[in-house]
């Protein structure tokens, strides 16, 4: 079983669904315009305090496009003053000025979202002509000023033979880390998924190709680093649904910021306790219980098999034969 902790030391905001470009794989099937049921700035920062106060220490923020919130860089220094901070973002509205303006509110980390390592590859993925050159200048921008940076990719099929490229690429910009992650069955993403999914073996394979340049940090969440985060994590999406996990925004509600706070949902909602105490039906022979593999991943275990305890098959130790390039028929659009 997992450790029973009184508050979430790291929770994940996603401040807005408003977003300049047209992702075709975006998890919250945001739009150019802020969606009216969002948290207003006011919200936010009396949520923030709240968190800070409660005893939260790392606050990742995220959309959307988090730039595009009026009142972000105000929000984001008061929450810096308490709290770690990253800030995920596409990159494209980071220039010089943007990259001394988050520095200067104090943010810890920045991440910044690429598609591939070429100008194509990205672009397809966001529909924005351009939208690559924007993001591989705002690494350069905000590695300039001092801000860590860290460059993530979603994997997938269009993009898996760039990996490498990406990698050699985010070593000469100068950034600290590269995220490789695994694709979930959320949002527009679901629409193509056949088009753009790999089976876990050819995810394996191309992760298991990869040379890490000198003084780069690859993070990947595959085994043996697939674990089951859900007992010190919490999340809150645009709306004020507190939903656990950013990963879980379409199939639970702990409830809403507006008529609870995210340390009552934590102590209390019935489902978040069973997902934190980790009970599963089977966990990974291979990664030991103090590790907090505790059968991996709950959103894609729930995704595919469609129960809480089930096994996460994207663990290679799990996976049963689950073709992950095939989404189950209770997921497809209607």
């Not at 705002?138 to 990406?166: F, S, W, Y």
């Not at 191309?206 to 993070?219: D, E, F, N, Q």
Request: glycine share 8%; charged share 20%; with cysteine.
């Amino acid at each position: 079983m997992n450790p029973r902790l009184t508050a979430p030391p790291k929770v994940a905001i996603s401040i807005t669904e408003a977003c300049p470009l047209s992702c075709k794989h975006c998890y919250g099937d945001c739009g150019r315009e802020a969606r009216p049921a969002e948290l207003s700035i006011g919200e936010w920062r009396e949520a923030i305090a709240r968190l800070a106060a409660d005893g939260v220490i790392s606050l990742h923020i995220e959309g959307g496009e988090p730039l595009l919130k009026p009142g972000f860089l105000d929000l984001l220094a008061e929450a810096s003053r308490s709290m770690f901070t990253m800030v995920r973002t596409h990159g494209t509205l980071i220039d010089a000025a943007m990259a001394r303006a988050l520095r200067d509110a104090g943010v810890g980390r920045v991440l910044v979202d690429v598609m591939g390592a070429t100008g194509p590859t990205h672009e397809w993925f966001t529909g924005a002509p351009g939208s690559f050159d924007a993001s591989v200048a705002a690494v350069r921008h905000l590695v300039a000023c001092g801000v860590a940076t860290d460059m993530l990719l979603i994997l997938t099929r269009q993009n898996a033979p760039e990996v490498q490229d990406l990698l050699d690429l985010a070593a000469g910009l100068g950034a600290e880390r590269v995220g490789v992650l695994r694709l979930y069955p959320l949002g527009r993403a679901k629409r193509i998924w056949q088009e753009i999914a790999l089976p876990l073996a050819d995810q394996m394979r191309t992760l298991g190709a990869l040379r890490v340049p000198a003084g780069l940090t690859l993070m990947q969440s595959w085994h043996p680093n697939d674990h089951n985060c859900c007992w010190q994590s919490a999340a809150v999406i645009a709306n004020g649904e507190i939903v656990g996990c950013p990963y879980l925004r379409e199939y639970v509600s702990h409830g809403n910021l507006r008529s609870t706070t995210l340390l009552e949902a934590w102590r209390t909602a019935p489902l978040w306790q069973v997902l934190r105490a980790g009970a599963v039906e089977r966990s990974c022979p291979d990664c030991s219980a103090a590790e907090g593999s505790h059968g991996g991943c709950r959103a894609t275990a729930y995704a595919w098999h469609g129960r809480w305890t089930a096994p996460d098959p994207f663990d290679v130790t799990l996976n049963d034969g689950v073709d992950l390039s095939v989404l189950p028929d209770r997921l497809l659009p209607a």
